[in-house]
């Protein structure tokens, strides 16, 4: 294999015209220029130059490679210089995929952080609730996937294979019309809400609403369903059922009409950020991290 340094001495060699000379101006030993050109001559399986006297001029092999050289280390240096603008933050690219409630509140927050801190890291961003986020990561079409998950009905080790980086405990909370008996409670029972017609949320909250209610003794009769967090709020609005939503979902929608209740027992979700163990060490997926983690500070 030929390696880059000693395409760097045969250039000094050829332009010099001595091995003493090279050293000269490579900042090195004579003896180690004479080191690094038999190596070079064993990778190439061929003499590359014609030593004559104190003179060397090069073989038909050497002119070859020293044409080649000029190219491959100004393309190796470039290569160097962009991967150090990315490990020091000067540049990089980050793709991110978040639910919708992430997208509208933590997202904003921490790529603006982020910006503003380095100008020249990009992110791109892409929405999709869990678990398609997290196959999304885990199929390398994203470098970061912020998911949430229910405690209780989230596989054992499901995120095994992930780092996993905890942001913060989302409750949900009850909405309601504002004409609705329960809009003024300061909290509410769920089996309070077993008459009601109900409004869902994504497959996900759907499946958590449907297990809280019957744990609770009564099987919601769900009417609308929708991902779309101002749809589940307008529904509301307009007296056509009661919903639970994430807090994260209230403060990114104006409630008009709705009002919002505490509802018992709690029902939380874990938001977090995840990404491969090896795009952890990648210093703008990093950074975009640990925005993420004070952006959720502040929520």
């Avoid at 490579?26 to 050109?37: E, Y």
């Avoid at 609730?129 to 989230?154: K, T």
């Amino acid at each position: 294999m030929i390696e880059a340094r000693h395409l760097r001495v045969l250039r000094a060699v050829a332009a010099t015209g001595s091995f003493s000379a090279a050293a000269r101006e490579l900042g090195c030993t004579q003896p180690a220029v004479s080191q690094q050109m038999k190596a070079l001559e064993g990778s190439a399986g061929t003499p590359l130059l014609i030593r004559t006297g104190r003179e060397m001029r090069l073989t038909q092999a050497g002119e070859v490679l020293v044409r080649h050289a000029a190219g491959i280390l100004a393309g190796l240096t470039a290569a160097e210089e962009e991967v150090a603008a990315i490990a020091g933050l000067r540049a990089g690219r980050v793709r991110l995929v978040s639910f919708p409630s992430g997208s509208s509140t933590l997202v904003p927050t921490a790529l603006a952080a982020l910006r503003a801190a380095h100008p020249g890291t990009r992110v791109s961003l892409v929405e999709a609730e869990p678990p398609r986020s997290v196959e999304m990561l885990r199929e390398g079409d994203c470098d970061i996937a912020l998911a949430f998950r229910y405690g209780s009905s989230h596989a054992p080790g499901e995120w095994d294979d992930l780092v996993v980086r905890p942001l913060l405990t989302d409750r949900l909370v009850g909405l309601v019309p504002e004409a609705h008996p329960l809009a003024d409670a300061g909290s509410v029972s769920i089996a309070e809400l077993a008459g009601d017609s109900w409004i869902a949320g994504c497959p996900r909250c759907r499946r958590q609403l449907v297990d809280v209610c019957e744990e609770a003794g009564f099987a919601p009769r769900i009417d609308f369903a929708t991902d779309d967090y101002p749809a589940v709020v307008g529904l509301v609005g307009a007296g056509l059922g009661v919903a639970v939503l994430p807090e994260l979902a209230i403060e990114s929608v104006r409630p008009k009409g709705a009002r919002t209740v505490a509802v018992e027992p709690a029902v939380e979700r874990e938001i977090v950020a995840l990404t491969l163990p090896d795009l952890a060490q990648v210093p703008a997926v990093a950074a975009t991290l640990d925005e993420l983690a004070r952006a959720a500070t502040r929520a």
